[in-house]
């Protein structure tokens, strides 16, 4: 479904809607009772990167500029979602560290009324040169993208990357000061990575290793041709989290890594997300495993996505958008309110393990 027109607070379906779904602005709350205050922006569709999982070799089309939200709109926008109950936000891309300013914009979203928390997805090539700049603007939790060790194949999944620009991101973070610092591993079969020397990571410093389910996300006719090539999404190629921690426990051992052992949720490096979290004897960091396909979490999903071109969307496997943009520009704050309220009471029960979207990863916001 392409993104709906834009609302105004005229629209009485959306206000029946709304009321329908018991939402209250001291506490945003979906039509199944699930608590949302967790809002993922997207500043950018653009990288530096091409990693295989999320866009096609020849990168997608970028929106021009005037299609992305500008700063000013975006902190409207979280405005208004703290007012109904945001009280988290994650700034994605694309890469966002190519957004010029960011650090700034991390700042004025900080500030507002109800905001708990800022963080950043990153691929960490860039951190050496504004890891200090956004922990000084507030930022304190960093997710860095990094899916090998090995310096070919870390090339060869994000088509021309270079790791020791990665690694050195990572150190940068830790230099800035910010905590905690996780490890994002997007697992696939054909990539046969060496999943150990990545959970090595977190014997010495408190680095948190979290394994991620790859999910079908794209292949639809916007993402730069239609149907699934060889660096899409497969069923053969996806790998179960079970089968990711079985690895972990047998070759760990066989290492010299000691035993995988669960870790309580006291003692997991505080989140906003789904992954379950483990730890090898005496290792200062922690594993994690996220597994929205072999065990799905829509159950305790907590969170909507606002796309760098102005789209609101409930759902990381839906094309259901919302269009915020619109509102932003030729509408009212009552009516950005309204359309929260409508993503809100639209949010689906369930991604009932959908394959394919229209966008890619990408385009959306990781």
């Known amino acids: 479904m392409r993104a709906r027109p834009g609302w105004d607070v005229d629209d009485s379906d959306l206000v029946e809607r709304s009321l329908r779904a018991g939402l209250s602005a001291a506490m945003a709350t979906d039509a199944f009772g699930r608590r949302i205050d967790y809002l993922r922006i997207s500043v950018t569709d653009r990288c530096n990167l091409r990693c295989v999982y999320c866009m096609p070799g020849g990168g997608v089309a970028w929106r021009d500029q005037s299609e992305l939200l500008t700063f000013n709109e975006i902190v409207r926008f979280a405005a208004a979602a703290a007012d109904e109950g945001i009280s988290k936000i994650r700034l994605t891309g694309g890469e966002p560290l190519l957004r010029k300013g960011i650090a700034d914009l991390a700042r004025r979203l900080r500030a507002l009324n109800g905001v708990e928390s800022i963080?950043?997805?990153?691929?960490?090539?860039?951190?050496?040169?504004?890891?200090?700049?956004?922990?000084?603007?507030?930022?304190?939790r960093v997710n860095i993208s990094l899916d090998s060790l090995d310096p070919d194949a870390y090339s060869g999944v994000t088509r021309g990357g270079r790791l020791k620009n990665a690694l050195a991101g990572i150190d940068a973070a830790f230099a800035a000061g910010m905590r905690p610092i996780k490890i994002n591993v997007v697992v696939m079969r054909s990539l046969r990575q060496d999943l150990v020397s990545l959970a090595r990571l977190t014997r010495d410093r408190p680095v948190h290793v979290r394994f991620i389910e790859c999910m079908p996300i794209g292949g639809g006719d916007d993402c730069g041709g239609a149907g699934w090539g060889v660096d899409d999404w497969t069923e053969a190629n996806h790998v179960p989290s079970d089968e990711i921690l079985a690895r972990l426990a047998v070759e760990g051992a066989e290492a010299g890594l000691g035993e995988l052992e669960s870790v309580e949720p006291d003692d997991a490096p505080g989140g906003w997300g789904p992954a379950n979290y483990y730890r090898f004897e005496g290792a200062e960091g922690t594993i994690g495993v996220i597994s929205p396909l072999s065990h799905p979490f829509c159950s305790q999903c907590n969170r909507l996505r606002l796309t760098a071109d102005g789209n609101l969307r409930t759902c990381l496997f839906s094309d259901e958008d919302f269009?915020?943009?619109?509102?932003?520009?030729?509408?009212?704050?009552?009516g950005l309110h309204s359309l929260i309220h409508a993503a809100l009471a639209a949010k689906p029960e369930s991604h009932n393990l959908r394959i394919g979207t229209v966008r890619r990863m990408s385009q959306i916001g990781g």
């Open 119 to 140: 963080a950043i997805t990153t691929n960490g090539t860039l951190l050496p040169r504004l890891a200090r700049d956004l922990a000084a603007a507030g930022i304190e």
């Open 323 to 334: 269009d915020a943009r619109r509102v932003l520009r030729h509408g009212t704050e009552a």
